[in-house]
């Protein structure tokens, strides 16, 4: 059999009409999706997720330009200490400064720390493609009366 010949009995066979009710199922599920993104989410969870980031990012940058301007301002201070202090006096203030960093340092990532916490509450996990599950750390804090935390604040791909 030529393809010629298998395209007229192809042509030949009765067509088939849509069922009933079939453009407004169509329609209706269109109507459907068209709130919610590729992942199934609202599309204002969407949003509010890239406000949250945009709010984090936000704070690390306030909080690195106010370390900066703080480290500017101890060095400043060590400056005018070594021209006025004696040589071994100067070597333990630049080492009690030194400690005063660390210990501004640390309550600062401490604090950016709670604020990322605080910020994403909830930790989506995927399931095996059928279900997909979400956790709220806030209700597992309280629920295990300590602190839950994600491993990682890395925003899925």
Known sequence: MKDRDLDQLLRDLPREGASVGFKTRV?????????????????????????VVAAAALAIVFATVSWREAAEERREEIARHAAEAPEDRTDSLRIETMRNEYRDLEQE???????VAASEPLVGVQGNG???YVFDLQQITRAR????????????E
């Open 27 to 51: 329609l209706a599920r269109s109507q459907a999706l068209a709130h919610v993104d590729d992942a199934g989410r609202p599309r204002w969870a969407t949003s509010l997720r890239w406000s």
């Open 109 to 115: 990532m401490r604090h950016l720390r709670r604020l």
């Open 130 to 132: 059928e279900y997909d």
């Open 145 to 156: 009366g300590g602190d839950a935390f994600p491993v990682s604040y890395r925003l899925p």
